[in-house]
């Protein structure tokens, strides 16, 4: 795919997210989530898709698109998408997931000091939740 065809499809796809239109959205980004692009990218048309099925209140199908965009980045010891599902767990109040992600990933050897910094306070907060 020719990247200015990537680029256009995903901001009106993101756009229409904006105006709340978010089935045709959504199969926008399944469109480019299987097609020809990056791995990487197709990881973050996955994480949008995730993204869009959680606004919709469609926890299942979030946690799948969640989980398609961890398999194309994993390989490539990256995590955005992963610690992205922890924040969304985290939101669901799936806390104790959360934090098995979250941990998960600050052991790796793959992650920078900088990362683990992040990681850390993530856990910090999950295991010291604030009285409500």
Known sequence: MEYRIYYETSHAAAALVEKGEFEPALQMFHDLAHSDISDIDKALMC???ANVCGKMKR???A???YD???AYEQPYMRFLVLEYKAF???ELG???EALAIYEHLYRQPYVTESEKERLWKNITVMKNPRPT
Do not use: L, M, T
């Open 94 to 96: 799936r806390d104790a």
């Open 59 to 61: 926890v299942e199908d």
């Open 47 to 49: 994480y949008n898709a």
């Open 88 to 90: 969304y767990f985290s």
């Open 68 to 70: 398609a965009g961890i």
């Open 63 to 65: 946690i799948a698109w």
